[in-house]
């Protein structure tokens, strides 16, 4: 029996490779520098894999940026606004495309299927020339040969490829992406051929299309690619699929492929492709990658379970075409437990971060064998057993007010035009309010002086005192730039989920528990490992304190329920929708306490509601139902004139916005600039929307400072399509990961923008 990972994290256990980055980008160090920090970080984890005992370790999944971009840059798939000639593509053309510069807009980014990691959406056009502009795959796969490992390389299949990207700019909306397959599939052929000749004898190809609703001439496009490349390699080729069931169909076609070899299939959140394999049968010329151990959570497998699920294939497949996997790449995990020394040891015992399900792989695939560790099943027996025994999992009070939401769809009374109209009179805001999402940057002395209150070497008064001068430097900056509806900066806080679940009960905390979210952006999720409760206030002696530094509307800032369990690592052992309304309960004892306090306007983010949309449409209308009532739940008792705002960012909401609009919040802000203003489609298209609307009028996700000319005609193209009386002015995120060089001029340009177009308005009244 046999062994192997999808794809592993690249930021390196203590984020290597974000420093590395960071720094290059800054100017601090040089290319060759940041090349010798990823080499050493690739070598480590490849031996890493070997020293587990892996068989079929992955190379090419390390990235600069993401493997999607990677791609595009494979193909040579460049945008003509980059100016790229045709060479290599380097780092400088590469982080042009993913970031931007400071004359050119960065390319769209938006979520990688339901996760909180981001790709960088490849445009393309009927006139783009391909070109085999990238060895990076090959040059990867060579660097490990050279250390001893032979690995097998991944690349994005070029089907999902295609089906990721977008059309370029101005190009007819007849254009179909998958015409572009003959363009790409010889390139692919030219790779698979060159690693072939410097040894490789599998490739994996990542094809996570497979797991949505297939139209008939896409399950084509797989077809026409994979006979392709059968016809032109001889290599094994492995299509790995992740992250949900395979739709029936799709499976029956997918197994009759005579190209490949192998497939992988996510048996942990794909529980029926279980059954498929079972009723339908699977091919004896092929290989199954059984992907048991779950790539996206970090609990420990219970080895026991996943041992039966894999005998139960053995029995259909055969013992020499089974091989153990991880359910996904493991780059949506932590990197390893062993860095955990600070955390609780019972709950500690629990989990298995990336390192860790290397470990599992291998024992069940050894298990499978027949040389079974019954030491490691049995300390992996007894932590099971701890888990669901443990009385620190369980509140029956919680649980008792969570089910009796049930019996209420939790609606605000007054609908929400009226709603706008007393809190219009009270906060007497002007045309077009301006307002940013909430965080400023976030500097080094900030940062320090957190982590020296967390480690006891200042007192609470000199924390309190260094975050309330912070707080009146953010306050003042506003009120200089003129902003309508100000933010305190969040200083205090170092994650927007984060934060709240350190004051919550039921969640657990890491030290080094990071994973890549985009580029060089790591987030650090809590772990939710039992019902969740609210012991006391959160957040309303900051935005207390922030609101009596001035006279102009103080937004009181919380992440909301979806959010927090969508950027959690949540309990496996309930329902998600049952953890979520445990959550929204604790969210909406903490509204009421803002507005009790005085704040009239309040921010319930929910950035990752489209995040945690299921894959399948099947399963669309009952995520969406709960999800949404989770929202309502936390405003359902504030008063008419209390406003309530929420942020979503860098997603496709135009199929969801229906429910976006039952969500019922008086005013939302949402991303719209780097893709494009694609969010305003939908108001194109005739859908009506009465509360207030902010779609983003600059992208802070890149570096270039926007123009009050550029922002200013981004804000007359809203307001083309929405009411004048709805619209928000504001940036398309947070600006905690920006620099106060960058963010105050943007900012004085999108207030300028405001007041250029309210001049305008009242004289064409």
């Known amino acids: 029996m046999a062994s192997h990972v999808v794809g592993y994290p690249r930021m390196g256990p203590k984020r290597e490779l974000k420093f590395a980055l960071e720094s290059y980008w800054d100017k601090k160090s040089s290319a060759a520098e940041l090349e010798a920090v990823a080499k050493e970080l690739r070598a480590s984890i490849w031996k890493q894999m070997v020293d587990a005992g892996v068989k079929y370790i992955p190379s090419n999944t390390f990235s600069y940026y993401d493997q999607v971009l990677d791609t595009t840059a494979l193909l040579g798939a460049v945008p003509p606004r980059y100016g790229w000639s045709g060479e290599e593509i380097g780092l400088d053309t590469y982080f042009s495309m993913a970031r931007g510069n400071a004359t050119l807009p960065a390319m769209e980014m938006t979520k990688w299927f339901d996760t909180n990691y981001h790709y960088i959406v490849p445009e393309l056009s009927p006139e783009l020339k391909f070109t085999y502009a990238s060895h990076k795959a090959v040059d990867e796969y060579k660097e490990a040969k050279e250390l001893g490992i032979d690995t097998v390389p991944v690349l994005v299949g070029p089907v999902s490829y295609l089906?990721?990207?977008?059309?370029?700019?101005?190009?007819?909306?007849?254009?179909?992406?998958?015409?572009?397959?003959?363009?790409?599939?010889?390139?692919?052929?030219?790779?698979?051929?060159?690693?072939?000749?410097?040894?490789?004898?599998?490739?994996?190809?990542?094809?996570?299309?497979?797991?949505?609703?297939?139209?008939?001439?896409?399950?084509?496009?797989?077809?026409?690619?994979?006979?392709?490349?059968?016809?032109?390699?001889?290599?094994?080729?492995?299509?790995?699929?992740?992250?949900?069931?395979?739709?029936a169909e799709t499976y029956k076609t997918i197994i009759g492929l005579k190209g490949i070899s192998a497939i992988g299939f996510d048996l942990v959140r794909g529980t029926q492709t279980?059954?498929?394999?079972?009723?339908?049968?699977?091919?004896?010329?092929?290989?199954?990658?059984?992907?048991?151990?779950?790539?996206?959570?970090?609990?420990?497998?219970?080895?026991?379970?996943?041992?039966?699920?894999?005998?139960?294939?053995?029995?259909?497949?055969?013992?020499?075409?089974?091989?153990?996997?991880?359910?996904?790449?493991?780059?949506?995990?932590?990197?390893?437990?062993?860095?955990?020394?600070?955390?609780?040891?019972?709950?500690?015992?629990?989990?298995?971060?990336?390192?860790?399900?290397?470990?599992?792989?291998?024992?069940?695939?050894?298990?499978?064998?027949?040389?079974?560790?019954?030491?490691?099943?049995?300390?992996?027996?007894?932590?099971?057993?701890?888990?669901?025994?443990?009385?620190?999992?369980?509140?029956?009070?919680?649980?008792?007010?969570?089910?009796?939401?049930?019996?209420?769809?939790?609606?605000?009374?007054?609908?929400?035009?009226?709603?706008?109209?007393?809190?219009q009179k009270q906060l007497k805001l002007p045309v077009l309010p301006t307002t940013t999402i909430g965080s400023f940057p976030q500097t080094v002395e900030l940062r320090r002086v957190r982590r020296e209150y967390k480690i006891n070497k200042i007192s609470e008064e000199e924390y309190v005192n260094s975050i309330k001068d912070e707080i009146a430097k953010v306050v003042k900056l506003q009120e200089d730039l003129d902003i309508d509806v100000l933010?305190?900066?969040?200083?205090?806080?170092?994650?927007?989920?984060?934060?709240?679940?350190?004051?919550?009960?039921?969640?657990?905390?890491?030290?080094?528990?990071?994973?890549?979210?985009?580029?060089?952006?790591?987030?650090?999720?809590?772990?939710?490992?039992?019902?969740?409760?609210?012991?006391?206030?959160?957040?309303?002696?900051?935005?207390?304190?922030?609101?009596?530094?001035?006279?102009?509307?103080?937004?009181?800032?919380?992440?909301?329920?979806?959010?927090?369990?969508?950027?959690?690592?949540?309990?496996?052992?309930?329902?998600?929708?049952?953890?979520?309304?445990?959550?929204?309960?604790?969210?909406?004892?903490?509204?009421?306490?803002?507005?009790?306090?005085?704040?009239?306007?309040?921010?319930?983010?929910?950035?990752?509601?489209?995040?945690?949309?299921?894959?399948?449409k099947s399963e669309h209308a009952y995520y969406l139902d709960w999800a949404v009532h989770g929202f309502r739940i936390t405003n359902s008792g504030v008063k008419d004139t209390t406003q309530i705002h929420t942020h979503m960012c860098y997603s496709n909401f135009n199929d969801i916005i229906h429910s976006i609009i039952d969500m019922d919040a008086d005013v939302i802000t949402i991303e719209n600039s780097r893709s494009d203003e694609k969010l305003l489609s939908v108001f194109r298209e005739g859908v009506k929307y009465g509360a207030g609307i902010g779609p983003g009028v600059y992208d802070i996700h890149s570096p270039r400072i926007p123009s009050t000319e550029e922002i200013a005609d981004r804000i007359s193209k809203m307001l083309a399509v929405l009411e004048t009386n709805i619209l928000w002015v504001n940036p398309d995120c947070g600006l905690k990961t920006r620099k106060y060089p960058e963010v105050v001029p943007a900012l004085t340009a999108m207030v300028a923008a405001a007041k250029l177009l309210r001049t305008q308005l009242a004289k064409a009244n």
């Not at 977008?166 to 998958?178: E, G, H, M, Y």
């Not at 772990?527 to 002696?541: C, E, H, L, N, Q």
């Not at 935005?543 to 959690?568: D, E």
Request: net charge negative.
């Open 487 to 616: 933010v305190h900066g969040e200083p205090e806080r170092n994650d927007m989920v984060e934060y709240f679940g350190e004051q919550l009960q039921g969640f657990a905390f890491t030290v080094n528990g990071w994973v890549q979210s985009y580029g060089s952006r790591c987030v650090k999720p809590p772990v939710i490992y039992g019902d969740v409760s609210r012991p006391k206030a959160m957040t309303v002696f900051w935005s207390k304190m922030a609101q009596s530094m001035t006279a102009r509307p103080m937004k009181g800032m919380l992440t909301g329920p979806v959010t927090i369990l969508n950027w959690s690592f949540v309990r496996n052992d309930q329902p998600r929708s049952e953890t979520c309304m445990q959550i929204a309960l604790a969210i909406k004892d903490e509204v009421e306490d803002l507005e009790a306090g005085g704040i009239q306007v309040i921010q319930i983010d929910e950035a990752a509601l489209r995040e945690g949309l299921p894959l399948r």
């Open 163 to 247: 089906l990721l990207s977008k059309p370029a700019k101005d190009v007819p909306k007849t254009f179909n992406l998958l015409s572009l397959l003959d363009s790409i599939l010889p390139i692919y052929k030219e790779v698979v051929s060159e690693l072939k000749a410097a040894g490789a004898t599998l490739v994996q190809l990542d094809e996570p299309s497979l797991v949505m609703d297939l139209e008939s001439h896409q399950l084509e496009a797989f077809s026409k690619a994979y006979s392709y490349l059968e016809e032109s390699t001889d290599v094994k080729l492995l299509v790995e699929t992740y992250f949900a069931d395979i739709p």
């Open 274 to 423: 279980l059954s498929l394999i079972k009723e339908v049968g699977f091919p004896a010329d092929k290989v199954l990658y059984a992907g048991v151990v779950d790539g996206r959570n970090i609990w420990a497998n219970d080895l026991s379970t996943s041992l039966s699920v894999l005998e139960s294939l053995e029995s259909i497949v055969g013992k020499d075409k089974l091989v153990v996997s991880t359910s996904c790449s493991l780059m949506h995990t932590a990197v390893d437990l062993v860095n955990e020394t600070k955390l609780d040891g019972e709950i500690k015992s629990w989990l298995a971060f990336a390192a860790q399900k290397l470990i599992e792989v291998n024992a069940l695939a050894k298990a499978l064998a027949g040389q079974k560790d019954e030491e490691f099943f049995a300390a992996n027996a007894a932590a099971q057993a701890s888990r669901r025994s443990s009385p620190r999992v369980t509140n029956e009070a919680v649980q008792k007010a969570a089910a009796e939401l049930k019996t209420s769809d939790h609606r605000r009374v007054t609908p929400v035009h009226n709603r706008l109209e007393q809190q």
